[in-house]
């Protein structure tokens, strides 16, 4: 039993043996096919794997005699070196609007089998031909072009086309996105009020890609805007005035696209101005006249009107209208009681503000329309009109001569002529076109002249003084009539000013400026003002 025993030991051993002898014959095929195919993996995309399997290949000595053929042509087959890809296209900076379509190149010459990679940072866009992104906007076209289409902000910063070769070569474009200007008012409403005298600060704020530059404008009663009054977002205008309320720009322009504006409404708070179209109404009985008084004020005032410090309340011949800033009363059919002062006074919650205005029947101040250069050596011919509703009674004529010279001038004494121009009805409005001639004068030497006008209502106020030069002996000019001639024409208002002679024009250096103060002492003097 016990030798039988270890013979059974002494078999059973070889038994095993030959088992695992018989499992390695039967797993040798399919080690030897698993090794071809990762063989021919390897051969086909990497060289360099393809001869560290060559030489496992080699050294060996289990493979087949196929695996080791197989082995030795890969290694022949490394030993020759393939060209390297290399870019023909070179990293660049673009720069694109908001909104366009952007291309950027990728061509790659020797790329064999080496894949191709689109990436932004960490992110990759593309992976040979698959798009890897999900964005609609961007696609490959002529290859590996990358287009980038509907350009948004974001979408700056840098590209990045590489080879995933060993070195992992790559070209880098960098992207800048232009966006236009745009610009909002601080506050968003663009409306700003202050008090009159008090500083207010306007402001806006622009972005786009340059950073804008930002101006200001103020537009004109035409909507049209005004030179540059300001650069910065910010605007600050001290002690204000009512002129400087209005329409405020604010431009921001970066050059790219149309610069672009916002409005702002700058509303100043005063007390109520006054200007008055006239401070003297001449008119007549059984006629109109118009008291106009132009109001500014912030908040709107409300305007009375007044006679004599009496309120005036509307009736058939006593109308008040406005529109808008215009206030006007209009007095029809006018009566004697009717002739005095009148004012307009205008109130808000800022204030108060009154201004006077004369109705009177007295004539009109007179107008000079004669030439400031004589045609005659020794006398002169003056001509004026005046307004007067009721006839002319008398007009009184002053002139006298002014010694002179660049730096002394000396008035002379005044020479007084009463006239009595013709009587016209009482009931037709006329302009009374009047000349007289002036004769006795010295050739070349300068004179001054004033008119004052009577009728039943008084006495108007002295014209202003009108200067004349009489002409010199060197001029080969025929004179006047050497008499003395008063007249008085009768003609419309629309027609006397063309039927009167024009200006004529004489040399800059004769037109030298004379002093009124002398004159002003004379008219005191003579009681004429």
């Given at each position: 039993?016990?030798?039988?025993?270890?013979?059974?030991?002494?078999?059973?051993m070889?038994?095993?043996q030959?088992?695992?002898?018989?499992a390695?014959?039967?797993?040798?095929?399919?080690l030897i096919v698993?090794?071809?195919?990762?063989?021919?993996?390897?051969?086909?995309?990497?060289?360099?794997?393809?001869?560290?399997i060559?030489?496992?290949?080699?050294?060996?000595?289990?493979?087949?005699?196929g695996?080791?053929?197989?082995?030795?042509?890969?290694?022949?087959?490394s030993?020759?070196?393939?060209?390297?890809?290399?870019?023909?296209s070179?990293?660049?900076?673009?720069?694109?609007?908001?909104?366009?379509t952007?291309?950027?190149?990728?061509?790659?010459?020797?790329l064999?089998?080496?894949?191709?990679?689109w990436?932004?940072?960490t992110?990759?866009?593309?992976?040979?031909?698959?798009?890897?992104?999900?964005?609609?906007?961007?696609?490959?076209?002529?290859?590996?072009?990358?287009?980038?289409?509907?350009?948004?902000?974001q979408?700056?910063?840098?590209?990045?086309?590489?080879?995933?070769?060993?070195?992992?070569?790559?070209?880098?474009?960098?992207?800048?996105?232009?966006?236009?200007p745009?610009?909002?008012?601080?506050?968003?409403?663009?409306?700003?009020?202050?008090?009159?005298?008090g500083?207010?600060?306007?402001?806006?704020?622009?972005?786009?890609?340059?950073?804008?530059?930002?101006?200001w404008?103020?537009?004109?009663?035409?909507?049209?805007?005004?030179?540059?009054?300001?650069?910065?977002?910010i605007?600050?205008?001290?002690?204000?005035?009512?002129q400087?309320?209005g329409?405020?720009?604010?431009?921001?322009?970066?050059?790219?696209?149309?610069?672009?504006?916002?409005?702002?409404?700058?509303?100043?708070?005063?007390?109520?101005d006054?200007?008055?179209?006239?401070s003297?109404?001449?008119?007549?009985?059984?006629?109109e006249a118009?008291?106009?008084?132009?109001?500014?004020?912030?908040?709107?005032?409300?305007?009375?009107?007044?006679?004599?410090?009496?309120?005036i309340?509307?009736?058939?011949?006593?109308?008040?209208n406005?529109?808008?800033?215009?206030?006007?009363?209009t007095?029809?059919h006018?009566?004697?009681e009717?002739?005095?002062?009148?004012?307009?006074?205008a109130d808000n919650?800022l204030?108060?503000?009154r201004?006077?205005?004369?109705?009177?029947?007295?004539?009109?101040?007179?107008?000079?329309y004669?030439?400031?250069w004589?045609r005659?050596?020794?006398?002169?011919n003056?001509?004026?009109?005046i307004?007067?509703?009721?006839?002319?009674?008398?007009?009184?004529?002053?002139?006298?001569?002014?010694?002179?010279?660049?730096t002394?001038?000396q008035?002379?004494r005044?020479?007084?002529?009463?006239?009595?121009?013709?009587?016209?009805?009482?009931t037709?409005?006329?302009?009374?076109?009047m000349?007289?001639?002036?004769?006795?004068?010295?050739?070349?030497?300068?004179y001054?002249?004033?008119?004052?006008a009577?009728?039943?209502?008084?006495?108007?106020?002295?014209?202003?003084?009108?200067?004349?030069?009489?002409?010199?002996n060197s001029?080969?000019?025929a004179?006047?009539?050497?008499e003395?001639?008063?007249?008085?024409?009768?003609?419309?208002?629309?027609?006397?000013?063309?039927?009167?002679?024009?200006?004529?024009l004489?040399?800059g250096?004769?037109?030298?400026?004379?002093?009124?103060?002398?004159?002003?002492?004379d008219?005191?003097?003579?009681g004429?003002?």
């Amino acid at each position: 039993m016990k030798i039988f025993s270890r013979s059974m030991r002494h078999t059973a051993m070889p038994q095993r043996q030959r088992g695992k002898q018989t499992a390695l014959k039967m797993n040798c095929p399919i080690l030897i096919v698993i090794t071809l195919g990762w063989l021919l993996h390897a051969q086909c995309h990497h060289t360099d794997v393809d001869a560290a399997i060559s030489n496992r290949g080699s050294n060996t000595r289990s493979l087949s005699n196929g695996a080791q053929s197989l082995a030795a042509s890969s290694s022949s087959s490394s030993s020759m070196t393939a060209p390297q890809p290399r870019f023909l296209s070179r990293g660049n900076t673009y720069r694109s609007v908001v909104g366009d379509t952007l291309v950027l190149p990728c061509q790659v010459e020797h790329l064999g089998n080496f894949v191709l990679l689109w990436r932004r940072g960490t992110n990759v866009l593309t992976a040979s031909n698959i798009m890897v992104t999900r964005d609609d906007r961007v696609r490959l076209i002529d290859g590996y072009n990358l287009e980038i289409s509907d350009l948004e902000p974001q979408d700056a910063g840098d590209y990045v086309c590489q080879i995933s070769d060993k070195i992992n070569r790559d070209q880098v474009h960098t992207v800048e996105i232009l966006v236009p200007p745009s610009v909002r008012a601080i506050p968003t409403s663009g409306q700003l009020q202050a008090r009159k005298g008090g500083p207010i600060t306007l402001e806006c704020k622009g972005s786009g890609n340059p950073v804008p530059s930002i101006y200001w404008t103020k537009k004109s009663g035409t909507g049209k805007s005004t030179a540059r009054i300001g650069d910065g977002p910010i605007l600050t205008l001290d002690k204000l005035e009512r002129q400087q309320a209005g329409v405020y720009q604010c431009t921001a322009d970066n050059g790219v696209g149309d610069p672009v504006t916002v409005d702002m409404r700058l509303d100043v708070l005063y007390p109520p101005d006054i200007q008055v179209e006239k401070s003297w109404i001449h008119s007549g009985e059984g006629f109109e006249a118009k008291l106009v008084c132009i109001v500014y004020a912030d908040p709107v005032a409300t305007v009375s009107w007044y006679q004599n410090s009496f309120p005036i309340q509307t009736t058939d011949r006593r109308i008040m209208n406005t529109r808008a800033n215009r206030h006007t009363l209009t007095i029809r059919h006018i009566q004697q009681e009717d002739f005095g002062n009148y004012s307009c006074v205008a109130d808000n919650s800022l204030g108060r503000s009154r201004k006077y205005m004369e109705l009177s029947g007295r004539p009109g101040p007179a107008e000079f329309y004669s030439p400031k250069w004589g045609r005659s050596s020794d006398s002169y011919n003056l001509t004026w009109k005046i307004d007067s509703y009721p006839p002319l009674e008398e007009v009184r004529l002053l002139y006298r001569r002014v010694l002179m010279n660049d730096t002394f001038q000396q008035p002379g004494r005044w020479h007084d002529f009463i006239l009595t121009p013709e009587h016209r009805p009482a009931t037709e409005p006329l302009t009374h076109i009047m000349s007289y001639t002036i004769k006795h004068l010295h050739p070349g030497a300068y004179y001054e002249a004033i008119v004052q006008a009577k009728n039943r209502y008084g006495w108007n106020e002295v014209s202003d003084i009108f200067q004349f030069i009489v002409a010199s002996n060197s001029l080969d000019i025929a004179p006047e009539d050497a008499e003395v001639v008063a007249s008085s024409k009768s003609r419309s208002n629309s027609g006397s000013v063309s039927s009167l002679p024009h200006a004529l024009l004489f040399p800059g250096t004769l037109l030298l400026a004379f002093a009124l103060r002398n004159s002003q002492f004379d008219r005191l003097r003579l009681g004429l003002g």
